[in-house]
């Protein structure tokens, strides 16, 4: 399991007796699958991979950004090439359960604008992609069919504008879409501070609000301080949203430490802050709701930490944790997003110079809600 466990050599003491504290049991436990995925074709190499999804199939689907490799990285791609390998994979990569990659495809196209920098992917109920991006003119979100034909864009690039505009985006980086209402909540972003919606089939606008539920505004709030006052307002970035069956929508105020909870029409619930003291990007980068029949947990991706933490959906309360900045498998280096399969499997998502997908195997004996087949 991945758990740290003081070793304690005796040394030659034989006589001293040392009195290990006990761990309180863990509700979820995972394991590295360090062979997962496997090694892509045609010498392709990932680059920052931004985000990650499970369809209802449950394959796994990346987004990455190519533009983020190295020459030596990409070396075999350079003219002349450098070396025999390595060439940018396609920025959206789909894998089997196993980790092999079933399909690729993305980038610049007809009748749409690609992100300069790729952020967030989400599979809607009638399993259509959704792409966003944080680069510097970055206003739109983008859908897909699973085999990458376009089909709607919302928003535009361009020169960046404030809150209250909603012709546009603000370098979103995350959307969801509600399966009840067929409505689209976008998590805007790196340069605007709320949540905006958006019908999915159309992409009209609906409503948007800022932390506490109230309108958002663009004003500066300084750095963060742990120990003043909760801000009056999303920082950047608003890095997450999640809809949970029971109707109450999550949102990662990353910056900020906390998870604010609202309605759908933007009430505002009650926040919930983690690891309160972090100073470093923020605490709170992903959330993901566990698939058992109440949605009993949160797991969270901390890239600052770096670590995976599942969280009590109620309060906010750290009941389990995994992982550590590093390396190795089961390591992580600004672990960015997260994803869970319909069996309980975590797989997450590095930018930096992580540049990695890993899959964290779900050890456990709870019921979970088998996930409904998109027609």
Partial sequence: MLRCWAAVAALALPTLALAVPAIA???????????????????????QAAGVAVDAKDNVWVVQRPRTLTDDEKAASLDPPRTRCCKPAPPVLVFDQAGTLVKSWGGPGQGYDWPSNEHGIHIDHKGFVWLAGNGETDGQILKFTQDGRFVLQIGKPGAQTDSQDTTRLGKPAAMQVDPETNELYVADGYYNHRVIVFD??????KRMWGAYGKPPTDEKVGPYDPAAAPAAQFRNPVHCVQIARDGLVY??????????????????????FVEKGTRANGSVWELALWPDERESYLINADG?????????????????????????AGDFHWVHNLAVDSK??????????GKRAQKFLFRGDMVLRKRATVQ
């Fill in 344 to 353: 309980g499997n975590v797989f997450t998502t590095e930018v930096d110079t």
């Fill in 251 to 272: 949102v990662c105020d990353r910056t900020n430490n906390r998870i604010q909870v609202f309605r759908k029409d933007g009430t505002f619930v009650k926040e919930m």
């Fill in 200 to 205: 999915a089939e159309t992409g009209a606008f």
């Fill in 25 to 47: 049991e863990e509700p979820l436990r995972f394991e590295v699958d360090p062979a997962w995925p496997k090694r892509l074709p045609n010498d392709w190499i990932m680059g």
């Fill in 304 to 328: 600052a930490n770096n670590e995976v933490r599942t969280l009590s959906r109620d309060t906010g309360e750290v009941l389990g944790r995994f992982g550590r900045n590093g390396r190795q």
